[in-house]
């Protein structure tokens, strides 16, 4: 069976590959949040304000190295950089666990970020030479579902492993299977598609048409400073520091806000705080596919995040007196939040050319590293200083809406190439209306 006359066989063979990777990466980063939560803080005597710290240290390392790794992966390899980025920070992950004092974690905590940086926009890049503008929002969407899926089943495996193991055996049981999967990686994928042992010549040659048709709409753009002064991608980079201000405010201490009510078990903890997943996972799905059929990206972004910003705010009136009253908008708000990711990372490919479009993605997405660590550290902060959770409540539906701003003064953009188009894959993109 094929689509548009492209090997359908693309989506079985490559999209289970890159969800599992990406769940791999999202493991090693989130499972923190229930360490913070269990005994790590008492074994080490991590402050409140240390703790914070070491929540969001990991978003600097992340900050730093994300244009670097998409321009690597770009020009030379993704599969090689996924490899070496698998063992790397697999063994890091599991590192945590053996640690002794807060500096050994401090350090460890930065070169997770630093090594998993790598992760997301050489994902992206391989994502985009082996699908069409047509598909890229539901793979990019399959890709990221790694994000909600992994913490879904991570809180309920994690919740187990902490209430029979302990924090360290968590951290090294949940480390390794990263190392082990490098070495599938590597013998399963192919950075493109021309390199594909399991591909027809003719399927090789129908897919390299395709994508090369789409870049002729595009005017050239030289380099990386050329394409970071354009205001779209400024606004996005904006647009992204916001919206994950809240994503990860509300990743690394729902557990918390969770394990603070009364009567409310690290195990019950893990199975609460899959429940918003699990509704992200299902608003991801229907977002990317009704994002591709429209071929409109913008109109499945900014409705969510504004969906998330008045959960945040119902949650800030209600007080902490109503907890299932605020664990159910806490559910509404972590789902909308992660169900625009697909679309939005289908924007960037559409107004820019190949050759700085992963880099461009690269920046957008240290901005929301940089967003990530905000939220992550001033939440934390925030929960400490006035010892509840109202506060951090506003502050993320207040980013959240400042997201929504910046996603709807994005400019329309267009990607009209060939009129010569038997595939039928060069349709009008719409990037919002």
């Not at 003719?202 to 753009?221: I, N, P």
């Not at 647009?239 to 009510?261: D, E, H, N, R, T």
């Not at 596919?289 to 959960?311: C, E, H, T």
Request: aromatic share 16%; proline share 4%; glycine share 8%.
């Amino acid at each position: 069976m094929k689509s548009n006359g492209l090997p359908s066989v693309r989506w079985a063979r490559l999209i289970p590959i890159v969800f599992f990777t990406y769940s791999l990466a999202y493991l090693d980063r989130a499972n923190y949040s229930f360490g913070a939560a269990s005994g790590m803080a008492h074994d080490l005597n991590i402050t409140a304000s240390m703790s914070s710290l070491l929540g969001a240290l990991f978003f600097l390392g992340y900050f730093f190295f994300q244009v670097p790794s998409a321009g690597y992966a770009e020009k030379r390899s993704a599969k090689k950089l996924v490899f070496w980025s698998l063992i790397t920070w697999g063994t890091l992950a599991s590192l945590i666990g053996i640690v002794t004092n807060i500096y050994m974690l401090l350090v460890i905590r930065f070169l997770l970020g630093i090594v998993e940086a790598a992760i997301m926009p050489a994902m992206l890049i391989f994502l985009s030479h082996w699908f069409t503008n047509e598909e890229r929002s539901r793979a990019n969407t399959f890709l990221i579902l790694g994000n909600p899926i992994t913490v879904l089943w991570m809180s309920v495996v994690s919740g187990y492993l902490l209430n029979s193991f302990g924090w360290r055996w968590m951290f090294i049981i949940e480390g390794l299977p990263s190392v082990l999967w490098a070495f599938i990686w590597w013998k399963l994928v192919d950075d493109k598609p021309n390199e594909a042992k399991w591909l027809e010549n003719h399927e090789k040659q129908a897919l390299k048409q395709v994508l090369a048709d789409e870049q002729k709409g595009f005017k050239s753009v030289p380099n990386y400073r050329a394409a970071f002064k354009q205001k779209n991608v400024i606004y996005l980079c904006l647009q992204y520091f916001f919206w994950s201000i809240g994503v990860y405010g509300f990743v690394m201490w729902l557990p918390s806000i969770i394990k603070s009510a009364p009567n409310i078990s690290i195990v019950e903890t893990g199975w609460l705080s899959s429940a918003p997943y699990l509704l992200a996972a299902i608003l991801m799905v229907v977002s990317s596919y009704f994002s591709d059929k429209l071929l409109n990206r913008k109109l499945f972004v900014w409705p969510f995040l504004f969906v998330g910003g008045l959960a945040f705010y119902a949650s800030y009136l209600i007080g902490p007196s109503h907890f299932w009253i605020s664990f159910s908008l806490m559910v509404i708000a972590g789902g909308a939040m992660y169900a625009p990711y697909g679309p939005f990372f289908a924007i960037v490919p559409e107004l820019l050319p190949q050759n700085v479009a992963g880099g461009a993605m690269a920046l957008i997405n240290s901005m929301g590293a940089l967003g990530s660590f905000v939220g992550a550290y001033f939440v934390g902060f925030l929960n400490g200083v006035t010892g509840g959770f109202s506060a951090s409540y506003m502050f993320m539906a207040v980013s959240l809406g400042i997201a929504v701003i910046f996603t709807v003064i994005v400019k329309a953009g267009k990607n009209i190439s060939s009129d010569n188009d038997p595939l039928g894959a060069n349709k009008e993109i719409i990037v919002g209306k």
